[in-house]
Nanobody
């Protein structure tokens, strides 16, 4: 059974940092681009960051650029999202996902429709 399991969420104050992890099991995702999305109550799922299969390229939403960093360790089948300088508007459930197929441009992974395997999410709450 293929699974993506996120962890590392929590309740923090504005300005703090968190590191989310996404561990894959059941199959390797080392050949897949991976992404992080988030969804706040009453809002649509929003793209956060994507990373190429080789980790040579990354792509970020403007809202997190300069504060968040996506990395991966293919040997551990794990993707990470380092979140610094957190703001109350970063509050959401965060999901990792594996891309369904190769795209030449990493920016093409900025939509949920490019992903076919999702984790269950981890909640991040940032208080002001």
């Amino acid at each position: 059974q293929v699974q993506l399991v996120e962890s590392g969420g929590g309740l923090v104050q504005a300005g703090a940092s968190l590191r989310l992890s996404c561990a894959a099991s059941g199959r390797t995702f080392s050949n897949n681009a991976m992404g992080w999305f988030r969804q706040a109550p009453g809002k649509e799922r929003e793209f956060v960051a994507a990373i190429s299969w080789s980790a040579s390229s990354t792509y970020y939403a403007d809202s997190v650029k300069g504060r968040f960093t996506i990395t991966r360790d293919n040997a551990k089948n794990t993707v990470y999202l380092q979140m610094n300088s957190l703001k109350p508007e970063d509050t959401a459930a965060y999901y990792c996902a594996a891309a369904r197929k190769f795209r030449a441009e990493l920016r093409d992974y900025g939509t949920p429709y490019e992903y076919d395997c999702w984790g269950q999410g981890t909640q991040v709450t940032v208080s002001s």
